[in-house]
């Protein structure tokens, strides 16, 4: 998207040095630094029209809003009041500067707890630095009430103080998108977004359950905000559902997975067939016909299916299967979807196979 048009008639420019006026709940006079601008927005500044808005750069102290503290926030163009002009490329080291110094003020609480400990100043960022991931990760993995969840994340009570559903906004090069989250009938929670760029809709939903953990639900609103801006940089606040998803696929890839065998789907389900074909009660017999014993067992790089009636084989493609007996009924009786597919994968453990994670069959060892 194009970077937001400003008018010709903005009060505003990057790089203003500005008092805030007409900020509800906060007394006039804050000065700012102005950053970027944001676009023409309505509810994320609390008009009741669009109206333009920049994104600023508190000078001093925090400024505490719904609870959090920030140091940038984004108001109306008309909000501002010009005190001084700054050159744009001291904007940003404005801003490096008042990190540094908060940075500065929590090393040095940091120092006085570690006082009296011998520790260099490379191990000492090495353990900061483990700690924090490690604390972020936890923080993660906690299973909270999705209410805490999204409260945590910015998100606003729409009808307060009974109501259920809650509202977050946000705007990405001028487009506003409104994110709502609320439980259902069932005990989930349903997100859905809603915005509008002048030429394009942006809507999508999600479900969150209410067991999930933290990250796992950060994550869900993670992707309505993709699913309207793509892949890009997400705000601040759901960047916990990327981390929790780079654990979780860390904690995959050291996970050992259960042994298998993979086959060529064409040749099994030949092999399926045929065995369906052969497996005829005796004459006279009535109803069915009776179970009987599939013996599975590889061999020169083909797995053989046998029964009393005979023997069947299908290529493997990968993988390894112990020789085991199965059910020939519980095998036949699997949904033809189950053996869908160019392979098919037979996970096993000592105690069971399953057919591409559809049917698990009680498994019996060959005797040796």
Request: charge should be negative; hydrophobic fraction near 40%; charged fraction near 20%.
């Amino acid at each position: 998207m194009a970077a937001p048009l400003i008018p010709a008639n903005a009060i505003g420019c990057i790089g203003m040095v500005a008092a805030l006026k007409r900020i509800q709940g906060h007394p006039d006079g804050r000065l700012v630094v102005v950053r970027h601008a944001i676009g023409h927005v309505a509810e994320l500044v609390g008009s009741s029209t669009r109206v333009f808005a920049w994104q600023v750069a508190l000078l001093g102290d925090s400024m505490d809003l719904n609870g959090k503290q920030c140091r940038e926030i984004i108001v109306a163009d008309r909000c501002l009041q010009p005190v001084s002009q700054v050159p744009a490329d001291e904007v940003e080291n404005l801003i490096k500067t008042q990190s540094q110094a908060d940075f500065n003020a929590a090393m040095g609480d940091l120092a006085s707890i570690m006082k009296g400990h011998e520790i260099t100043p490379d191990d000492l960022d090495s353990l900061l630095e483990r700690a924090c991931e490690q604390a972020l990760i936890q923080h993660a993995l906690q299973v909270v009430s999705i209410t805490q969840v999204v409260v945590e994340a910015g998100f606003r009570q729409i009808h307060p103080p009974d109501g259920e559903t809650y509202r977050w906004i946000g705007v990405h090069d001028g487009v506003e998108l409104a994110i709502e989250g609320g439980p259902d009938w069932f005990g989930r929670w349903r997100f859905w977004s809603a915005g509008f760029s002048g030429r394009e809709l942006f809507c999508g939903e999600q479900v969150a359950l209410a067991e999930w953990p933290r990250g796992r639900v950060m994550q869900v609103i993670g992707n309505l905000w993709r699913s309207a801006f793509g892949t890009g940089q997400l705000p601040d606040a759901f960047t916990l559902g990327d981390l929790y998803q780079r654990h979780m696929e860390d904690l995959r890839q050291l996970q050992p997975g259960l042994p298998f065998v993979e086959v060529s789907g064409d040749a099994l389900r030949r092999a399926r067939r045929w065995l369906t074909e052969t497996w005829r009660p005796d004459p006279g017999f009535l109803g069915p016909p009776p179970d009987a014993q599939l013996n599975l067992e590889i061999e020169n790089g083909l797995l053989y299916f046998r029964t009393p009636q005979g023997v069947v084989t299908a290529p493997v493609l990968a993988g390894w299967l112990d020789p085991c007996t199965v059910s020939l009924r519980g095998f036949l009786n699997a949904p033809s979807w189950t053996f869908r597919g160019h392979r098919t994968r037979i996970n096993w453990t000592e105690s069971t196979i399953d057919l591409n994670a559809w049917v698990t069959l009680a498994r019996t060892p060959l005797p040796g």
